[in-house]
């Protein structure tokens, strides 16, 4: 057995409010918890999406009856709420401000730059602005971090100008940071599994890259020249998250296919195949999925908290056997070695060879209750 500390997801979307049907608080924590992860901070691209006092307390109210492993839940940037100086106290019960400056599923967006420049101006600096950007707008977003003389943490990096650009600004004393998905590093457009293939009604017609609606996800599968430079530079990447996105397999296989893979119960095991092939170090794996989300997000200790694998389990990935709520994985009959066995969560034991043993409202708001 192999003991890690508790994981951390700084990146996953449990569709509630709004979207229960897909995810919520309940599911898709049960689905951290299967997947060895013990704190997961949520994102606020829900419906109505979390940009205020009002909406932050219908997500944390819905969280505190429902959650099983700990969380926070992040604010979303909008045009209407740039000026945190008016709103005290509010930034610190959330997990940071998620700033959307690119294409993604939902209705915060932000195209023009006058409407990044009070987020960035008021936002406190001690807690993290994550920004979902891709290529130039992720250029743009470093900008910001100089300009403004502070951090900024780049979601889901998927492309090699990308981790080559962070890298080059890190180098010239830039506060940047970034997290790499599962899914940007173990699949590409060019074959795309057959999960992914297989049920593409316009597959063929595209040319065998992304087609389909499970291959969509933002930001995209990208080239297998791509993958291997985050593969090269994996010194870079802070964190490894997953960008779980769930929409129902139903919404994928349907003509308006939304963007979005789940990843919560897959993350681990693929990773600890790549530390079981050579291609990651274990001590990598625990400081990109538990010492630097903590450091970046400024989160807290979790007494007595650890999760147990056998690493040398071999096993198929199954939608089946997942908790959540949408009923399908892209990584679909993969074979995997290192399965989790226990996750012990302040004390209890939360999980245990495929069952959660911990009731809903176990876990706690990190942002309230630990300091
Ligand atoms: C996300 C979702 O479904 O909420 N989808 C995705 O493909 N990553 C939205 C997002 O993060 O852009
Ligand atoms: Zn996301």
């Keep these: 057995m192999l003991k890690l ?75 209407n709420n740039g000026d945190w ?10 997990a940071g401000l998620k700033m959307y400056l690119d294409s ?17 101006e008021t936002f406190p600096k001690e807690l993290p602005i994550v920004a979902h950007s891709e290529s130039r707008s992720m250029a743009s977003a470093i900008l910001f971090a100089a300009i403004y003389d502070r951090p900024v943490h780049i979601a889901h990096i998927s492309l090699k100008e990308e981790v080559l650009l962070i890298k080059a600004a890190r180098e ?11 899914h940007h590093l173990f699949l590409t457009k060019e074959v795309p599994p057959p999960t992914l293939r297989a049920t593409s009604p316009n597959f063929a017609e595209i040319g065998g890259g992304l087609g389909g609606g499970r291959a969509e996800v933002r930001p995209r599968l990208a080239t297998q020249e791509d993958v291997d430079s985050l593969w090269a530079n994996l010194d ?27 990843g919560l119960e897959t993350i681990l095991p693929l990773l600890l195949t790549a530390v079981s092939e050579k291609r990651l170090s274990l001590d990598a794996l625990i400081e990109k999925m538990h010492t630097n989300p903590k450091r970046i997000f400024n989160l807290p200790d979790q007494p007595e908290t650890w999760v147990e694998v056998d690493e ?34 302040r004390g209890q034991t939360a999980f245990e060879d495929g069952r959660i043993l911990v009731p809903a409202g176990y876990g706690i708001d990190i942002r309230q209750e630990i300091s």
């Design 172 to 182: 010239r004393g830039i506060q940047v940071t970034c997290e790499v998905c599962p």
């Design 312 to 345: 040398k389990a071999i096993y198929e990935i199954k939608a089946a056997d997942q908790f959540t709520r949408c009923g399908w994985t892209p990584f679909e009959g993969w074979k995997v070695k290192g399965k989790v066995r226990k996750v012990v969560l």
């Design 85 to 94: 100086d008016k709103n005290k106290g509010l930034p610190q019960r959330a």
């Design 5 to 79: 500390p508790g994981l951390i997801d700084p990146h996953v979307h449990l569709r509630e409010p709004g979207a229960t049907h897909k995810e919520d608080y309940d599911s898709g924590t049960s689905a951290a918890l299967a997947g060895g992860i013990t704190m997961v901070l949520a994102m606020p691209n829900t419906r109505p999406p979390i940009f205020d006092a009002e909406t932050l307390d219908l997500a944390l109210t819905a969280a505190k009856g429902k959650a099983r492993c700990d969380y926070a839940q992040f604010l979303g940037a909008g045009p």
């Design 104 to 120: 993604t599923f939902g209705e915060l967006r932000l195209d023009d730059m006058t409407l990044w420049m009070p987020h960035f």
């Design 236 to 262: 870079v990447i802070d964190c490894f998250a997953t960008d779980h996105a769930p929409h129902t397999v139903e919404e994928k296989d349907s003509d308006n296919p939304p963007p979005g893979f789940p």
